[in-house]
């Protein structure tokens, strides 16, 4: 196999469309927002590109049995209130830093290949504690953006996200400017421990108010509501070592 091999599945036409990348990271923020988008607009959405490298792992997936090898994929999907989207998911990201170089300029001549002059990078942005009320941070690759994403409801914080954003969401960005794209990338504060469907959720109502699409949330709060239990569980485990760790009376007494 090639270093890169790309798989053209199928075509398809769209109008004025918006690559949105959503590959394994912080919470699986990206990812799980991405999977939504497909899972919601799956009737309207062509899967049209495979891309395969040896920058993935060494691996195959399996379903009912049936292997294939680890690869990204690219959907186009009509909107029929909204921008057209070339959705990017996977189960992986690239292994090496010229790896995240070459599969990122891959997914960028893809998406010219499509007419996309927009992308859009989602990912997390790891708070380190469990919090309630979730922002979206976002940082763009110019800075006459910036007006468009806080009406939006987007924060942007100096010197945050702190060492910059990296792999595939950052050269989005970086080599996307170069090339002439419009580029952003939202990221949701995530405590950055556990997969965070409300994360994505935060994300993904950005994403909308941007896009001028709607979607339905019933899948995604129930991953939420089983977060939430799993959440409770650990938080109980922690509060029962705590008291266990805790000295006695008997722990206390002054043996002379």
Known sequence: ???????????????DPVLVEGLPGVGHVGKLAVDHLLEELEGDST????IYSREFPPQVTVEDGVSELTCAELHAVSV?????????????QAQTNDGHYLLTTAFLDIA??????????????????????????????DESMCETFEDAG??????????GI???????????????????????????YLVDPKSARAVLEVLEDLLGF?????????????????????????????????PTDDDLRYIG
Not at 1 to 15: C, G, H, K, P, R
């Open 214 to 246: 709607e979607l339905d949330y019933e899948t995604l709060d129930e991953r939420a509501d089983e977060m939430e239990d799993v959440i409770g569980k650990i938080q109980e485990m922690e509060q029962q070592q705590q008291q266990q760790q805790m």
């Open 80 to 92: 029929p209130e909204g921008r057209d989207l070339l959705l990017l998911t996977g189960d992986h």
């Open 154 to 163: 987007v924060e942007f914080r100096e010197d945050e996200p702190a060492g």
């Open 47 to 50: 899967l049209v590109r495979r």
């Open 1 to 15: 196999m090639d270093e890169l091999e790309i798989d053209a599945v199928a075509e398809a036409q769209l109008d």
């Open 166 to 192: 990296v792999g595939v969401s950052g050269l989005l960005l970086g080599l996307g400017e170069r090339r002439g794209f419009e580029a952003a990338c939202l990221m949701g504060e995530t405590s950055g």
């Open 112 to 141: 010219e290949e499509f007419g996309a002059s927009e992308v859009f990078a989602l990912g997390g942005v790891p708070t380190g504690e469990l919090i309630d009320e979730y922002a979206v941070v976002g940082a763009v690759s």
